[in-house]
């Protein structure tokens, strides 16, 4: 991997012969032979949705609330995208009715994949191919639900709901064969050698498989109990085995040279055409974090009940040169780190070991307490996994 980085690095540096393998417009089978197959949580409330459906229960304000047109539909993307460009991030989609009582396009209620086969038929997925150059390619999934149910902390919460959004993972290619899957959570994601993954068995092509988790939809590559950001599990997500959803039976197709975006075709020829140039808009896919006087809204330290809406599929560092879309803060050396073996999930549901999962089975109780102690309150664990993983 770092031969591969190097080779990139030089490549942009020393602006090497940049030879491109695939046409814009054109979706090699490859990156559909090994797109990812994703798990959704069994009891998941807030399903995929229809980007297409989605927007027209939408109309769009500025950062000040003043309005900028009436209901949306996903053509009008075009023309906000053009304005969304000039001051990035200053548009929001503001939701016509109350996202806060449930209703069906915030939920997705019917959108469960058909058992049989995983199609999603009301929900395509996002595929978006960048050629980065000299056999290099990368596949960006994305995933798109209605809203994000944030996580509970210590028994309280949800924190940080916000409606609208957009998860993605990348399989990147060298050559026509896979190497690396990245898939995101929380505004960061781990990285896995394409080999390490779990892979779709019923098939007999090699798809990796994604899980996602509760309410956040943050992708991992195993099930159980994911700590995240702060040790401790006091930040959790969950994953499990629940319906299979194949985004490869129902996505729309682009590729993306930094600057441009070609229609493709995905599993509905003509659809991208229909649908636009959406992906034009850079600015915010749900609404703006409610005042402090609104009476969804309610404080607590770690974070407000409902924030912005994210933004959309181009703001993700497509055309990033290490895997990760971008590092946390911890991560104080900018590494971004590839995993050889799965890093199991925790908990009741898991299905496999791990390094504080480890503690948790040693008896007697008290003896785990000091193990965790002495390994910095988790942290140590924290980090031997990130160096071995
Ligand atoms: C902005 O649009 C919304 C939704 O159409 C409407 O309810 C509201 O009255 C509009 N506000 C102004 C100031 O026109
Ligand atoms: C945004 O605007 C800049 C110039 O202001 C232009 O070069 C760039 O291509 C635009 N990007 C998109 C995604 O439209
Ligand atoms: C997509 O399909 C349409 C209709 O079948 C065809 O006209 C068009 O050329 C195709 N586009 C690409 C990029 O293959």
């Keep these: 991997m770092f031969l591969i980085i190097t080779l990139l690095l030089f490549q942009l540096v020393y602006g090497l012969p940049f030879k491109r393998h695939i046409d814009p417009g054109k979706i090699p089978q490859y990156v559909i032979d090994h ?18 459906k989605y927007v027209t229960n939408f109309y769009s304000q500025d950062v000040d609330g003043n309005n900028i047109t009436g209901q949306l539909t996903i053509h009008d993307l075009e023309s906000l995208g053009a304005r969304s460009n000039a001051s990035f991030d200053d548009i929001y989609m503001t939701s016509l009715s109350d996202f806060d009582k449930d209703p069906e396009w915030v939920t997705g209620v019917n959108n ?58 990348l399989v990147r290619f060298y050559k026509g064969e896979p190497q690396v899957v990245w898939m995101s959570a929380h505004g960061g994601g ?43 599990y006091m930040l959790s997500d969950f994953t499990d085995r629940g319906s299979l ?37 850079l600015g915010h896919w ?24 994210p933004l959309g599929p181009l703001t993700k560092n497509l055309m990033r040169i290490g895997v990760c879309q971008r590092s946390k803060w911890w991560n104080f050396m900018g590494a971004c780190q590839i995993r050889r073996t799965l890093k199991m999930g925790e908990g009741i549901e898991a299905e496999g070991g791990g390094c504080a999962l480890a503690f948790d089975n040693i008896k007697p ?25």
């Design 112 to 169: 469960i994949p058909d058992i049989a086969t995983g199609l999603l038929e009301d929900a395509p997925a996002t595929l978006i191919v960048v050629d980065k150059g000299n056999g290099w390619v990368d596949a960006f999934w994305f995933y798109f639900y209605s809203f994000n149910l944030g996580p509970f902390v210590m028994g309280t919460g949800p924190y940080g709901n916000h409606v609208g959004d957009w998860e993605h993972s």
């Design 286 to 309: 749900g609404d703006k974090k409610l005042v402090p006087s609104d009476s969804r809204q309610k404080y607590s330290p770690f974070e407000w009940k409902y924030i912005d809406g």
């Design 35 to 52: 797109s990812p197959v994703v798990y959704l949580y069994a009891e998941e409330r807030y399903l995929p949705y229809s980007i297409e």
């Design 365 to 389: 109780h008290f003896l785990s307490v000091i193990l965790r102690f002495l390994t910095w309150r988790g942290w140590g664990c924290n980090a031997i996994d990130r160096l071995v993983g």
């Design 245 to 281: 959803w194949d985004p490869a039976l129902n996505y729309l197709a682009y590729t993306y040279d930094g600057s441009k975006v070609t229609f493709a075709n995905g599993t509905e020829p003509g659809r991208e055409e229909r649908y636009g140039k959406w992906l034009s808009y």
């Design 190 to 232: 781990t990285a896995y050698k394409f080999d390490a993954m779990e892979m779709h068995k019923p098939a007999n092509t090699k798809r990796p498989v994604l899980f996602s988790a509760r309410g956040t939809h943050a992708n991992y590559a195993t099930v159980g109990q994911h700590s995240h950001d702060i040790p401790f």
